[in-house]
């Protein structure tokens, strides 16, 4: 959106301002950083925003034609790194405005151009990017049949991804995997346009607008980091396939088959856009990497959410499975980690091979220590590359691709002398040394910088010595002048034979002074010497080779200082020009960095090598949930055996109280098959893992109010997406399926959701209820398994066993943890006494059994409902009762005034 509320341009304007309106034209919706000299300039609205997002003084400048003062606000030149990065996480655009030429070197006004936009998902800039995070642009562009395009293209790894979606739902889980900083959606119609399309074809055509209306709502709801942009309209009616075919290295014909027309429109949408924030730089994208995410471990954004993949339900990254497993050493084996957890492999040869290399790692622990040891000096050559290919790379950047190629020639080093080792026999980790270490651009970079180059080029002391003869003898000169003056002076009192001085000021710069009295004795000064200036007591003197010593001096630091800028430019383009070989080996090292870190977790903690086939069923003998075993006090988790088969236990039932570990339990297994499929161990002393194509979770509680949603509502939208989407391959887990709502209806759906994953999809499925009746599908159905949460009561108190034992349970002791949550005793009491009297038998009001689910009159008309407070007679009286069952020693002094009033009115009534 294009900003307002500045002057008008016009030729009252200086020239420095209609420089400035010129640039805020070509990027309106960007706040405008304008060079200043030392600082960075935002005039009009962009001033009072910034002000406002960055807490900087705003002021103003001179008047406009109108006499309006010009808001102002500014930052210094050195620090607009962090301001950047400070309007980039409050989600704003920012163009840099530079200028082209030292203003000393300029007659008039310095010429000023933009040189780069930043926006959250196209960004360079270190100090605004999570080094182990992706940091990608998405881009969504409509098919023709209400399909989807998707591409991912992140900036600073030069890497553009691109995808064909079949519906809104697969769309948005795949966003979720990608996490993106900033998404493009299409744009919609302007009022205008949509009041006329309305009045000439009938409101039905509102449906679009209300299905992009309806996926910029869940995206914010499910990216609420990200910042969702409409695309901007172009001029270029370019085709996409020529566009990617211009920027590719390669074209493929093919691609269209591969990601379909909407895809090929929001990668080429994304190249777009990506370059218009480059004007000074032509980008080129060496490949585009077309994938089909229903080939991958398909994860909805539930499944996502629910078992705390990259971040816990309270969106912190602490605590999640990432978090856990993350032992990675380098930026980019962290992000390679990250893409891995979230799209497992489903290739059974693909998944082996990645396990082959974990336990390679394992059995070699030295091995193991000496690589990491060496990925931790590898730095993020993925990114630096791409710095140093778009030009903005410092020689710092420079510095750290060195040092990255000096530990990956180690690391090769120690990979090579595993295959000499391994000669004759297949080992894994001697075929992972990186094929092309880039020796030849760590020597030219060794061979000229210094061992700890300077944050930028313009402070100097690039490069080495002996590197260049010219800039060596500036730098001599700058160190030893006043050793050089000394020896001048020296030689010109034994040329004369008086005494002189050679002195030096601002105004005058070096001459030599000779006293009036030395003047007498002497005579005549030499014909080369030019007299400069006369004081009291003295004459001072200039000769031609004074002169030309001056000038070197002067300029010496000015000189070397342009020297190393220019030669610092031209090996920024010598390593720019190697920028893909370096990506590849960042890659090569990221997904040994990635093994390395399995390896490590599975050493440090006990996980096992799974075994992973194409079976449909899935063993785990004492599994553990890899999250909270860590949190657990040490021993005192209890790991559990599950085994589901879809020829054999296919859905198992799982029953007992809340807190009992139901939900740990399923959990722990979905994680299982997450870590073997993305090519890790799992926590367990056994795993055999038939391939899962599809992890489907509906798990805990929650709301939609935006969209008008009751928590019901959400749990049916996504029991339906289940219904839908489960495969026979899929693993499904369900915990309380139909709480939300009345009984006998929340009953009825739990028995046909039930039946349908048995009877009809027929997938390895785990199902955990409060609803004991559903343990009689057992009793009609030979693959399902009854099994419950062992727990016992002992003096009012619950005690978990957390352990999975066969059989269903005949308790809920929903009572008993009410107590543990501090429910206060007079309300135990009593719901004590209705329990009771419930379980010797009270009466529905049709008579109607619960144990009955198909029963028809739960099915037409209003399901019958417990009547809790229509119980026969006590035995005994209530305010027996529940003074009975009053803790005198637990109750507080409010409980007990609470107590004691309810006593009276039971006394009363």
């Known amino acids: 959106m294009a900003r307002k509320g500045r002057a008008k341009q016009g030729g009252r304007h200086t020239p420095v301002m209609q420089q400035f309106f010129r640039c805020k034209d070509q990027y309106p919706d ?60 409050k989600g704003q655009k920012v163009a840099i405005c530079e200028q082209m030429a030292d203003p000393s070197q300029v007659k008039g006004v310095v010429p000023r151009e933009v040189v780069r936009v930043v926006t959250p998902g196209l960004c360079l800039e270190p100090d605004a990017l999570d080094a182990r995070l992706h940091n990608y642009l998405a881009v969504v562009t409509r098919g023709e049949n209400s399909d989807y395009g998707l591409a991912a293209f992140e900036l600073s790894t030069n890497e553009l991804r691109a995808a064909g979606l079949a519906d809104g739902a697969s769309l948005l889980a795949e966003l979720v995997r990608l ?33 992009a209306q309806a996926l910029r709502d869940d995206l914010a709801r499910a990216l609420p980091n990200a910042v969702v942009r409409e695309a901007r309209p172009v001029e270029t009616a370019a085709d996409p396939e020529e566009l990617l075919a211009e920027a590719l290295a390669a074209g493929d014909e093919s691609l269209r088959g591969v990601v379909g027309s909407a895809g090929l429109r929001a990668a080429a949408e994304a190249l777009r856009y990506a370059r218009s924030t480059q004007p000074g730089v032509t980008l080129e994208v060496r490949r585009l990497g077309v994938y089909d995410p229903q080939s991958q471990l398909v994860l909805d954004e539930a499944a996502v959410k629910n078992l705390e993949l990259a971040r816990t339900l309270g969106g912190e990254r602490r605590g999640s499975l990432l978090h856990q497993v993350d032992a990675t050493r380098s930026a980019m084996g962290a992000r390679l980690l990250r893409r891995r957890l979230l799209a497992p492999l489903t290739d059974v040869a693909a998944i082996r091979r990645r396990h082959d290399l974990v336990e390679a790692f394992v059995l070699d622990p030295a091995l193991r220590d000496d690589l990491r040891e060496g990925l931790s000096g590898v730095g993020d050559l993925e990114r630096l590359a791409t710095r140093a290919e778009l030009g903005v790379a410092t020689p710092r950047d420079l510095g750290a691709i060195r040092n990255g190629l000096e530990a990956a020639a180690v690391i090769t080093g120690l990979l090579e002398g595993r295959a000499k080792g391994a000669a004759g026999f297949a080992d894994p980790l001697a075929q992972a040394a990186p094929a092309d270490p880039c020796a030849d651009v760590l020597r030219a970079l060794a061979g000229a910088l210094v061992d700890e180059p300077p944050v930028v080029p313009h402070q100097g002391g690039i490069f080495r010595a002996g590197l260049d003869p010219a800039l060596d003898e500036l730098r001599d000169l700058s160190a030893s002048s006043k050793d050089v003056v000394l020896a001048l002076e020296q030689r010109e009192k034994v040329a004369l034979g008086v005494n002189l001085k050679i002195r030096f000021t601002r105004v005058f710069g070096y001459y030599i002074e000779i006293t009036k009295a030395n003047l007498l004795s002497l005579g005549a000064v030499p014909e080369h010497y030019r007299r400069k200036q006369t004081v009291a007591n003295a004459e001072r003197f200039v000769t031609p080779e004074l002169d030309e010593l001056q000038g070197k001096i002067l300029n010496a630091d000015e000189r070397s200082r342009a020297i190393e800028k220019e030669r610092f430019a031209v090996l920024r383009k010598e390593v720019a020009a190697e920028a893909p070989r370096l990506r590849t080996l960042g890659a090569r090292l990221a997904d040994l960095d990635v093994h390395a870190s399995f390896a490590d977790g599975a050493h440090r903690y006990g996980y096992v090598r799974p075994e992973v086939d194409d079976t449909l069923s899935l063993d785990l003998v004492e599994a553990r949930h890899p999250i909270v075993e860590r949190l657990a006090a040490a021993g005192e988790f209890v790991p559990n055996d599950v085994r589901l088969d879809v020829d054999d236990a296919r859905l198992m039932i799982i029953t007992g109280p809340n807190m009992s570990g139901k939900s740990t339990a399923m959990r722990q297994v979905a994680l299982a098959v997450i870590l073997a499929q993305a090519g890790g161990f799992v926590p367990a002393k056994s795993a055999r893992i038939g391939v899962v194509d599809r992890i489907y979770t509906r798990v805990g ?87 419950n949460v062992a727990a016992s009561e002992y003096d009012g108190e619950v005690v978990f066993l957390h352990k999975l034992v066969p059989g269903s349970a005949n308790r809920s002791y929903g009572v008993a943890v009410a107590r543990l949550a501090g429910v206060p005793e007079i309300v135990l009491a009593r719901a004590r006494r209705i329990l009771g009297d419930l379980e010797d038998g009270a009466p529905l009001p049709s008579g109607a059994s619960p144990r009955s689910p198909g029963a028809p009159q739960a099915l037409g008309g209003a399901a019958p409902q417990l009547d809790l407070f229509s119980a026969p007679a006590p035995r005994e009286s209530e305010v027996e009762a529940t003074l009975k069952n009053i803790d005198v020693d637990q109750l507080k002094p409010v409980d007990a005034l609470v107590a004691l009033a309810r006593l009276k009115d039971l006394l009363e009534s």
């Open 179 to 211: 996490d993106p900083r900033e998404v493009i959606v299409p744009a919609g119609p302007t009022a205008q346009d949509a009041q006329d399309a309305q009045d000439a074809q009938g409101a039905s055509d509102a449906a679009p607008d209300a299905a």
């Open 30 to 89: 960007a706040i405008l950083f304008f060079r200043l000299g030392d600082f960075y300039e935002m005039f009009f609205e962009d001033a009072v925003v910034a002000s406002q997002l960055l807490g900087i003084t705003l002021t103003s400048r001179s008047k406009t034609a109108e006499g309006e003062k010009i808001p102002m606000a500014g930052v210094p030149h050195h620090a607009a790194a962090g301001y950047v990065a400070k309007l980039l996480g």
């Open 701 to 787: 509680a929650s709301d939609n109010l935006g969209r008008g949603q009751s928590t019901f509502m959400v749990e049916m939208i996504e029991t339906a997406a289940i219904l839908r989407g489960a495969t026979r391959r899929s693993l499904v887990i369900l915990d309380e399926i139909g709480r939300g709502t009345s009984t006998y209806d929340g009953l009825a759906i739990a028995w046909a959701v039930a039946e349908h994953l048995h009877d009809v999809i027929a997938c390895r499925a785990m199902f955990a209820t409060h609803y004991h009746e559903l343990c009689e599908l057992a009793e009609t159905r030979a693959t399902v398994l009854n099994t």
